[in-house]
Protein backbone atom coordinates (compact mmCIF):
# COMPACT_ATOMS: atom_id res chain seq x y z
CA UNK A 1 0.00 0.00 0.00
CA UNK A 2 1.31 3.51 -1.13
CA UNK A 3 1.20 6.07 1.44
CA UNK A 4 0.75 9.78 0.52
CA UNK A 5 4.41 10.74 -0.33
CA UNK A 6 5.05 7.81 -1.91
CA UNK A 7 7.11 5.87 0.65
CA UNK A 8 5.22 1.83 0.68
CA UNK A 9 3.44 1.68 3.98
CA UNK A 10 2.62 -1.84 5.64
CA UNK A 11 -0.56 -2.05 8.07
CA UNK A 12 -3.36 -1.25 8.06
CA UNK A 13 -5.09 -4.98 9.26
CA UNK A 14 -2.44 -5.87 12.58
CA UNK A 15 -0.02 -8.35 11.27
CA UNK A 16 -1.90 -9.39 8.09
CA UNK A 17 0.12 -7.16 6.14
CA UNK A 18 3.55 -9.22 7.70
CA UNK A 19 5.26 -11.44 5.78
CA UNK A 20 5.51 -14.85 7.75
CA UNK A 21 8.93 -14.77 8.99
CA UNK A 22 10.04 -18.04 7.07
CA UNK A 23 13.99 -16.74 6.77
CA UNK A 24 13.15 -15.45 3.58
CA UNK A 25 14.56 -12.15 2.52
CA UNK A 26 11.65 -9.70 1.57
CA UNK A 27 11.89 -5.91 0.46
CA UNK A 28 11.84 -4.04 3.74
CA UNK A 29 9.61 -0.83 2.26
CA UNK A 30 6.76 -2.81 3.50
CA UNK A 31 8.16 -1.74 6.54
CA UNK A 32 8.77 1.51 6.64
CA UNK A 33 7.24 4.00 9.02
CA UNK A 34 6.39 6.90 6.95
CA UNK A 35 6.41 9.69 9.99
CA UNK A 36 9.99 8.82 11.31
CA UNK A 37 11.40 9.00 7.55
CA UNK A 38 13.47 12.24 6.64
CA UNK A 39 16.01 13.68 4.71
CA UNK A 40 18.68 16.49 5.15
CA UNK A 41 19.85 18.47 2.35
CA UNK A 42 17.73 16.89 -0.20
CA UNK A 43 16.52 18.98 -3.51
CA UNK A 44 12.84 19.25 -3.23
CA UNK A 45 12.44 18.85 -7.09
CA UNK A 46 13.41 15.19 -6.04
CA UNK A 47 12.68 14.21 -2.70
CA UNK A 48 13.81 11.21 -0.84
CA UNK A 49 9.88 9.56 -1.65
CA UNK A 50 10.95 9.18 -5.18
CA UNK A 51 13.56 6.43 -4.56
CA UNK A 52 11.03 4.24 -3.85
CA UNK A 53 8.64 4.51 -6.94
CA UNK A 54 10.89 2.19 -9.15
CA UNK A 55 11.39 4.99 -11.61
CA UNK A 56 15.43 6.41 -11.55
CA UNK A 57 14.58 8.74 -13.93
CA UNK A 58 12.47 10.89 -10.34
CA UNK A 59 15.03 9.94 -7.77
CA UNK A 60 16.45 12.02 -4.85
CA UNK A 61 19.23 14.43 -5.08
CA UNK A 62 20.82 17.10 -2.48
CA UNK A 63 20.03 20.69 -2.93
CA UNK A 64 23.44 22.73 -1.29
CA UNK A 65 26.18 20.04 -1.79
CA UNK A 66 27.49 16.65 -2.63
CA UNK A 67 26.02 15.69 0.96
CA UNK A 68 22.90 13.73 1.96
CA UNK A 69 20.86 12.22 4.71
CA UNK A 70 18.83 9.92 4.50
CA UNK A 71 17.08 8.33 7.51
CA UNK A 72 14.55 5.22 7.69
CA UNK A 73 12.49 4.43 10.35
CA UNK A 74 10.83 0.90 10.70
CA UNK A 75 7.89 0.24 12.20
CA UNK A 76 9.46 -3.06 13.83
CA UNK A 77 12.45 -4.42 14.42
CA UNK A 78 14.30 -5.98 11.14
CA UNK A 79 17.14 -7.38 10.14
CA UNK A 80 18.94 -5.91 7.25
CA UNK A 81 20.66 -8.08 4.80
CA UNK A 82 21.51 -5.84 1.71
CA UNK A 83 20.98 -2.63 -0.22
CA UNK A 84 20.87 -1.69 -3.21
CA UNK A 85 21.50 1.59 -4.38
CA UNK A 86 20.64 2.33 -8.09
CA UNK A 87 22.29 5.25 -9.89
CA UNK A 88 19.80 8.25 -11.33
CA UNK A 89 18.41 8.35 -14.68
CA UNK A 90 20.35 5.32 -15.53
CA UNK A 91 23.56 7.11 -14.83
CA UNK A 92 22.98 9.80 -17.18
CA UNK A 93 25.19 12.18 -14.96
CA UNK A 94 27.84 9.78 -13.90
CA UNK A 95 29.69 12.76 -11.52
CA UNK A 96 26.67 12.76 -9.47
CA UNK A 97 26.93 9.02 -8.15
CA UNK A 98 27.87 8.85 -4.60
CA UNK A 99 31.02 7.03 -3.79
CA UNK A 100 31.35 7.34 0.07
CA UNK A 101 28.17 6.39 2.13
CA UNK A 102 28.08 5.75 6.06
CA UNK A 103 25.60 3.36 7.05
CA UNK A 104 24.39 3.96 11.28
CA UNK A 105 22.14 1.83 12.80
CA UNK A 106 19.42 3.15 15.51
CA UNK A 107 20.70 6.53 15.22
CA UNK A 108 17.51 9.13 15.48
CA UNK A 109 18.11 12.79 14.31
CA UNK A 110 21.58 12.49 12.63
CA UNK A 111 22.69 15.86 11.45
CA UNK A 112 26.11 16.57 9.31
CA UNK A 113 27.40 18.47 12.66
CA UNK A 114 27.20 14.67 14.42
CA UNK A 115 28.54 12.41 11.48
CA UNK A 116 32.17 13.26 12.46
CA UNK A 117 31.45 12.02 16.21
CA UNK A 118 29.53 9.15 15.57
CA UNK A 119 31.34 5.71 14.38
CA UNK A 120 29.46 4.27 11.35
CA UNK A 121 27.97 0.97 11.40
CA UNK A 122 29.41 0.22 7.93
CA UNK A 123 31.01 2.26 5.28
CA UNK A 124 30.24 1.59 2.03
CA UNK A 125 32.64 2.70 -1.02
CA UNK A 126 30.48 2.92 -4.18
CA UNK A 127 31.55 2.14 -8.03
CA UNK A 128 29.79 2.76 -10.95
CA UNK A 129 29.14 -0.52 -11.31
CA UNK A 130 27.16 -1.12 -7.79
CA UNK A 131 25.22 1.64 -9.11
CA UNK A 132 23.43 -0.40 -12.19
CA UNK A 133 20.15 -1.59 -11.87
CA UNK A 134 21.44 -4.86 -12.71
CA UNK A 135 24.06 -5.19 -10.71
CA UNK A 136 24.02 -7.37 -7.05
CA UNK A 137 22.99 -5.67 -4.14
CA UNK A 138 25.82 -4.83 -1.27
CA UNK A 139 25.84 -7.51 1.02
CA UNK A 140 26.06 -5.74 5.13
CA UNK A 141 27.64 -6.92 7.94
CA UNK A 142 24.59 -8.61 9.24
CA UNK A 143 26.11 -9.26 12.62
CA UNK A 144 25.58 -5.32 12.67
CA UNK A 145 22.40 -5.38 11.40
CA UNK A 146 20.24 -7.76 13.98
CA UNK A 147 17.87 -5.53 15.77
CA UNK A 148 17.34 -2.28 13.11
CA UNK A 149 14.60 0.32 14.36
CA UNK A 150 16.09 2.57 11.81
CA UNK A 151 18.68 3.31 9.44
CA UNK A 152 20.40 6.29 8.07
CA UNK A 153 22.47 6.80 5.05
CA UNK A 154 25.14 9.49 4.84
CA UNK A 155 26.56 9.83 1.30
CA UNK A 156 29.66 11.79 1.94
CA UNK A 157 31.09 12.18 -1.59
CA UNK A 158 30.68 11.55 -4.80
CA UNK A 159 32.26 11.58 -8.45
CA UNK A 160 33.14 14.77 -8.61
CA UNK A 161 29.90 16.69 -9.42
CA UNK A 162 28.15 19.54 -6.99
CA UNK A 163 25.30 17.70 -6.02
CA UNK A 164 24.81 13.81 -5.27
CA UNK A 165 21.79 11.72 -6.88
CA UNK A 166 20.28 8.26 -6.38
CA UNK A 167 17.77 6.58 -9.01
CA UNK A 168 16.73 3.72 -6.33
CA UNK A 169 16.80 2.71 -3.22
CA UNK A 170 15.98 -1.27 -1.78
CA UNK A 171 16.50 -2.62 1.75
CA UNK A 172 16.48 -6.20 2.34
CA UNK A 173 16.15 -8.06 5.21
CA UNK A 174 13.37 -9.56 7.76
CA UNK A 175 11.31 -8.88 10.53
CA UNK A 176 12.23 -9.83 13.85
CA UNK A 177 9.83 -12.00 15.83
CA UNK A 178 8.43 -9.24 17.59
CA UNK A 179 5.43 -7.49 19.07
CA UNK A 180 4.92 -4.54 17.14
CA UNK A 181 3.01 -2.26 19.97
CA UNK A 182 1.25 0.16 17.22
CA UNK A 183 -1.08 -2.86 16.37
CA UNK A 184 -3.11 -2.76 20.13
CA UNK A 185 -5.84 -0.36 20.49
CA UNK A 186 -6.19 1.07 24.08
CA UNK A 187 -8.83 -0.31 25.83
CA UNK A 188 -10.88 1.00 28.41
Known amino acids: MMMPGGIPQGGGGGNAAAPPDNGKMVDLSVKF ?15 MENLFIGDTRLGCKSD ?20 KLTEFNRGAEPADNPTTVQVYVNRCNLGF ?5 VEPTQTLELTAADLKEDADPILLKFVKFQRVRSITLFIEDNAGGDVSALGGLKLMGRPVATTNMKDFKKQG
Open 33 to 47: DKSECYARNESSQYP
Open 64 to 83: ADEQLILHIAFQEFVKVYSI
Open 113 to 117: EDVDD
